[in-house]
């Protein structure tokens, strides 16, 4: 058991956190000190309590300042350590939000792994998962169209394991020493420094041209899977072929998968880039909100097996990370299940000190020889010297939850001391041995290996389009109009007409159709043939509306209740506790933050509501949906509110269910233009966009919308 061969919970933290059983963070407590401590006093790092904090020592008098003395270490350490507060970004995926949980396995992996963490049903893995974008730096928008770090550490019994992930299923490069130049022309231009997190810009799609492997996974960067509307509403890819050894000594490649039990949604376009500057932190609140909420986000976790005697059935090269496994071919096969449900305490020491390796692996688990893998297992180790100096393992977020043993010693920042006299191996102590397989030891697997020593990959790398048409393909309608939106304005960012005609050139390699809608948009030749028919095939998953829960839920749901003085009280309370009911979050929103009443409310009443926010405090962009209820004064004042009306719209323009009643009903639709409309006997009206108008308040239907909402927009 894990929770015997560490460390012992402190006292404190079983204060803390009653009942919690996470050895991961019973351990992190060891760390931790509470800068809300008001019996602690402020000392310097070497424990002097101090006096004073804000004036440095001087020769000064009551009349007159004098010159600061350089004695004063106090003063001396405060802007020193202020001074070298930064450490380098992470080179890419510098943006980025991690909380901590657990994995639990419902179903044995046993048949092909013997790793614990897979095939011990009792037991809770902790784990630690950063999400991030790649392109941007630490300070950019959370909503820029950009691929989706996924990055997972299970605290396994065995030692940490690392999945690496993306939350697209492919890759741009097929061989890690492409990656500085694929991530150099996406990165800003190095002239000017311009565009930030963008690859809307000719660098990134002139090296998407003169690399067709790169042109799969920039089909997924146009699609809305490059604009989730939340970590929590998006899969998780290992993107990269491992293996797994079971024990029988068997081995199988595998792919690993997380779905989310949300479904998978998107922004459309437009909010994604007013977000970016409404809310540039708003995946990292999102992401808060839910699990300060309770909202535990949690991900289907699942494998793609192939075992080694079919490695070369497919048409495909199973190690070539621009290709998926289409899951007709290789089903997958859901295991266990991650939940997230504690946020860091401190972003620093637990989300940007928090080290990710590929090379980390645990027995039962493998790597490959997919050429991108073993070039990662080289870049993670090194990049994290650098950003996090040699014993970046023994910071508190990356320490393993089991022993750590070994003759790696010294080094800058070394924390662990190590008694006695055996720092080499073999000792005439015979202390720390290697372990035996019994005993639990990593078994290398005795790949058989021939060849000869050249730059060179097997032929099924050669082929980059075949994958492209099939995603393209099996999107839905709106999804890929999505798609030529996308192109559409990347491209026009793009200035130099060598680099939009170019690539509406390419476009004619996946689909004639898409090619031309592109070309004519950005002013490149419209194509009149395509340069390879599509195929027509489509394969299972790869439209994001496939991927709604089998039960729609309006759970964590952003809703914006929007009244002002004199609003309808009932259909307001009643349609904020059905959605409270439903754990959907409702925010009142008014003119102002300050008190308002309701139709027949008297100030003296003592009742009234304080709105959460103001109509120019927040934006549409930041729900997900909303709701008007009615009352004759406060519809005129609305009515008279240019942004009120703007709310409106432009939830509306997203595609947002917007629910109203009694006299907002005309409000909303005279702010969204709809024609008029008569009632059904029922005074029910459920239009076709998602608009949600009644007579009486029927806040089902309301919850029905707001279910879709999103839904609605993939349909539109
Ligand atoms: Fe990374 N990548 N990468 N990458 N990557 C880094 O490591 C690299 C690749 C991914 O939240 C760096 O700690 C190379 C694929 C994530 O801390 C660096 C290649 C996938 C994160 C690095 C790739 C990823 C990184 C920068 C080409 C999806 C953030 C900071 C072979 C499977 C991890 C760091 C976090 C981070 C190198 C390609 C995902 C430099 C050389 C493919 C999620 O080591």
């Not at 419902?106 to 902790?126: H, I, M, N, Q, W």
């Not at 800058?412 to 102590?429: D, E, L, Q, S, V």
Request: hydrophobic letters at 40%.
């Amino acid at each position: 058991m894990a929770s015997e061969i560490l460390y012992k919970a402190t006292e404190t933290v079983q204060k803390v956190m009653p009942g919690e059983h996470d050895v991961k963070f019973a351990q992190m407590a060891t760390s931790t000190k509470d800068s809300q401590d008001t019996k602690a006093r402020i000392t310097t790092d070497w424990g002097t309590k101090q006096i004073n904090t804000d004036d440095w020592l001087a020769v000064a008098t009551e009349d007159k300042v004098g010159p600061s003395l350089l004695e004063d270490g106090f003063a001396r350490e405060k802007i020193h350590r202020f001074d070298h507060e930064r450490i380098p970004e992470r080179v890419v995926h510098a943006r980025g939000a991690a909380a901590f949980g657990k994995f639990t396995l419902f179903e044995s992996a046993e048949d092909v792994t013997s790793a614990g963490v897979l095939t011990d049903t009792k037991r809770e893995t902790p784990v630690a998962l950063r999400f991030s974008t790649v392109l941007g730096s630490r300070g950019s928008a959370d909503s820029v169209r950009d691929v989706r770090g996924f990055a997972v550490k299970f605290y396994t019994e065995e030692g940490n394991w690392d999945i690496v992930g993306n939350n697209i299923p492919v890759f741009f490069i097929q061989d890690a020493m492409k990656f500085p130049d694929v991530i150099h022309a996406g990165k800003p231009e190095p002239d000017n420094e311009v565009p930030q997190a963008q690859t809307a810009h000719n660098n990134f799609w002139d090296f998407q041209y003169l690399h067709p492997e790169a042109t799969h996974m920039f089909m997924w960067t146009q699609s809305d899977r490059a604009i989730p509307r939340s970590y929590r509403m998006m899969q998780g890819f290992g993107v990269n072929t491992y293996t797994l050894l079971n024990a029988k000594g068997e081995r199988n490649f595998v792919k690993f998968i997380f779905t989310p039990e949300l479904g998978v949604h998107s922004f459309v376009w437009d909010e994604a880039l007013k977000l970016a500057g409404q809310d540039p932190d708003f995946h990292r609140k999102d992401l808060e909100e839910a699990i300060s909420a309770g909202a535990f986000p949690k991900w289907k976790f699942g494998i793609q097996v192939i075992p080694e005697a079919q490695e070369q059935d497919f048409e495909f090269d199973i190690l070539d990370a621009t290709k998926l496994w289409p899951e007709e071919l290789i089903p997958i096969r859901y295991i266990g299940q991650l939940e997230l449900n504690r946020m860091p305490d401190e972003y620093f020491t637990q989300v940007e000190q928090l080290a990710f390796c590929t090379s980390h692996i645990v027995p039962g688990i493998g790597l490959s020889d997919d050429p991108l893998l073993q070039g990662r297992n080289f870049s993670y180790q090194d990049t994290q010297v650098s950003r996090l100096g040699i014993n970046f393992e023994e910071l508190p977020v990356n320490k393993p939850i089991c022993p750590v043993m070994n003759n790696n010693r010294d080094g800058a920042m070394r924390h662990t001391i190590t008694k006695g006299k055996a720092n080499y191996w073999p000792n005439r102590f015979e202390a720390h041995p290697p372990a035996t397989a019994q005993e639990g030891g990593y078994v290398d697997y005795p790949e058989k290996v021939a060849g000869i020593k050249t730059r060179l990959k097997s032929k099924k790398f050669r082929e980059h389009f075949n994958q492209a048409q099939l995603f393209y393909n099996s999107l839905s309608p709106p999804e890929k109009a999505h798609i030529v939106a996308a192109l559409g304005f990347e491209l026009d960012h793009c200035d130099d007409p060598v680099v939009y005609k170019r690539m509406a050139d390419r476009l004619c390699e996946i689909d004639l159709d898409l090619a031309q809608h592109v070309a004519e948009l950005v002013g490149a030749d419209v194509p009149s043939e395509a340069k390879r028919p599509n195929h027509g095939k489509k394969a299972k998953g790869l439209s994001q509306l496939e991927l709604m829960p089998a039960e729609p839920t309006i759970a964590t749901r952003r809703v914006a209740i929007i009244i002002a003085e004199g609003y309808d009280a009932i259909a307001y309370n009643g349609v904020k506790a059905a959605l409270t009911a439903s754990g959907a979050v409702p925010f009142t929103i008014g003119p102002k933050r300050s008190t308002i009443f309701a139709a027949g409310e008297s100030k003296s009443s003592g009742k009234g509501v304080v709105p959460d926010h103001h109509l120019e405090g927040m934006r549409s962009t930041m729900f997900d949906s909303i709701f008007v209820p009615g009352g004759v004064d406060a519809i005129a004042t609305l009515r008279k509110n240019g942004r009120a009306l703007h709310w409106v719209r432009e939830a509306f323009g997203h595609l947002k269910a917007i629910g109203a009643t009694g006299e907002a009903v005309a409000f909303v639709r005279d702010a969204c233009q709809l024609p008029g409309v008569s009632f059904s006997s029922s005074g029910e009206v459920v239009d076709s966009y998602g608009v949600v108008t009644a007579s009486q308040v029927h806040p089902e239907s309301f919850k029905e919308a707001v279910k879709m909402a999103k839904g609605a927009k993939d349909f539109v």
